[in-house]
Nanobody
Framework: QVQLVESGGGLVQPGGSLRLSCAAS????????MSWYRQAPGKERGLVAT????????NYVDSVKGRFTISRDNAKNTVDLQLNSLKPEDTAVYYC???????????WGQGTQVTVSS
């Protein structure tokens, strides 16, 4: 069955770094656009970053540009999100999302908590 399993979350001080990873199985990973979303308490889930199926194109929400980097390894069926220069406002549950090229197939992971606090 389809699985997206996130890992790498945790508690980090402001200015610190974390690397999130999402391991995919049960579908043809290399044909799916992959994204990271986040949801803070009391807020809606929002897009953080997206990477194309080949990895040749990436996009970021303005608030994380220059601090976060999305990457993927189609041989290992993983997509990572490197989080640098973390701020308290980055605190959220981070979710991995897979979307088929025609948008008809969408899969979500269970999320991993990132807490930025001193």
């Amino acid at each position: 069955q389809v699985q997206l399993v996130e890992s790498g979350g945790g508690l980090v001080q402001p200015g610190g770094s974390l690397r999130l990873s999402c391991a995919a199985s049960g579908f043809t990973f290399s044909t799916f656009v992959m994204s990271w979303y986040r949801q803070a308490p009391g807020k809606e889930r929002g897009l953080v970053a997206t990477i194309s199926a080949t990895g040749g194109s990436t996009n970021y929400v303005d608030s994380v540009k220059g601090r976060f980097t999305i990457s993927r390894d189609n041989a290992k069926n993983t997509v990572d999100l490197q989080l640098n220069s973390l701020k308290p406002e980055d605190t959220a549950v981070y979710y991995c999302k897979a979307r088929g090229r025609f948008g008809d197939l969408v899969y979500w992971g269970q999320g991993t908590q990132v807490t930025v606090s001193s």
